[in-house]
């Protein structure tokens, strides 16, 4: 198989630093001092962030790669590189080894106090209505005022259209840069609430719905605003960060999450009565040789770079689960 390179070298994108900056809630309109948003985004202040280096280290890897600091500008070049992928070729799957995709992003940087900001263009796609460019300026704290070098953890905050936006998804994402190079690391939140979430959201919306659909994958970790679970029909009765009672259609249920780990694997279980319906996902970026068959069509997807990912959830089996414990016919 011929080798195949991807290069991209737009100026400015957003894609390295803030691909799980998914959703935007509350937090917004702040025009003024907008840098000091400890109190309205539930962030620690920036004077009293203690070292990362435990929880850098605790977080789990996910890429490292080079990039280059140009001072004189003060401006960050962030090149991140795949070498190997598993690729379709004329109806079949095979491993390359030769597959090469470099995503080169490069950012304006800034300091206040221990504060970094990162900032970019962001370029509408061709399918929004605005197609008007503005700057972004995605904000980290944790490292060393005036210094790139040092590990910096990603707010829920940016900055943008003159407005400070957050949001409350279910990671931490920390940034290691040394000299010439950068170690990305992500950790799940301990406390975080995945009763709120978009995934108990879309489960509530198929109680009420069969046309409606459950997706146990990454919008399990992105929080679906306020006030959805209380204007929903389903009367809730306890609740945790990690479960829920509830009462719909005059049955008793108990949703469970069993496991929930970012951009990996998910299982959640729905008890009523004597029935459980587990949910479960799996997602793997990096698929091996091994898994590169025609045997997991089903399951390998196309990402930006062209190589294949492996995501896999039962969602189909977990819908008709509940569609017997309800008495109702799977809408096809």
């Not at 605005?130 to 910096?152: A, H, K, M, R």
């Not at 990603?154 to 003159?162: H, N």
């Not at 010439?180 to 198929?206: A, G, K, M, Q």
Request: glycine share 6%.
């Amino acid at each position: 198989m011929s080798r195949i390179k991807f290069i991209q070298n737009k100026k400015v994108l957003s894609n390295v630093l803030v691909a799980m900056c998914l959703v935007f809630s509350g937090c917004v309109g702040f025009t003024e001092d907008w840098f000091r948003f400890g109190d309205a985004c539930d962030e620690e202040p920036m004077s009293v962030v203690a070292t990362l280096e435990p929880e850098f280290k605790a977080a789990r890897f996910v890429q490292s790669g080079k990039i280059d600091v140009d001072s004189e500008h003060d401006s960050v070049t962030i090149i991140l590189e795949i070498f190997g992928g598993c690729l379709k070729d004329n109806g079949g799957y095979a491993w390359d080894g030769d597959f090469y995709y470099v995503n080169e992003r490069t950012y304006a940087y800034s300091f206040r106090e221990d504060t970094l900001l990162l900032t970019y263009t962001r370029i509408p796609d061709r399918f929004e209505a605005n197609q008007d460019t503005f700057d972004v300026s995605v904000i980290l704290v944790g490292g060393t005022p005036g210094s790139l070098e040092g590990i910096w953890r990603l707010t829920q905050c940016q900055y943008a259209e003159g407005k400070m936006q957050c949001y409350d998804d279910g990671f931490d994402k920390y940034f290691k840069f040394y000299e010439s190079s950068v170690e990305i690391r992500i950790d799940d939140r301990v406390n975080y609430d995945y009763i709120t979430t978009y995934f108990v959201r879309e489960l509530f919306d198929f109680l009420e719905s069969p046309s409606a659909s459950i997706d146990i994958g990454d919008v399990f970790y992105r929080y679906a605003w306020t006030n959805w679970l209380e204007e929903s029909g389903v009367k809730v009765q306890e609740k945790t960060n990690r479960s829920v009672n509830f009462e719909f259609d005059g049955r008793a249920f108990e949703l469970q999450v069993e496991f929930a780990r970012y951009r990996d694997s998910v299982a959640v279980s729905l008890k009523s009565g004597n029935t459980n319906c587990v949910g479960t996902y799996f997602r793997n970026d990096d698929v091996s040789e091994e898994v590169c068959s025609v045997e997991n069509a089903d399951y390998l997807r196309k990402q930006d770079s062209g190589a294949l990912e492996f995501v896999r959830q039962n969602s189909d089996e977990f819908e008709k689960c509940i569609d017997g414990i309800l008495g109702r016919e799977q809408n096809d």
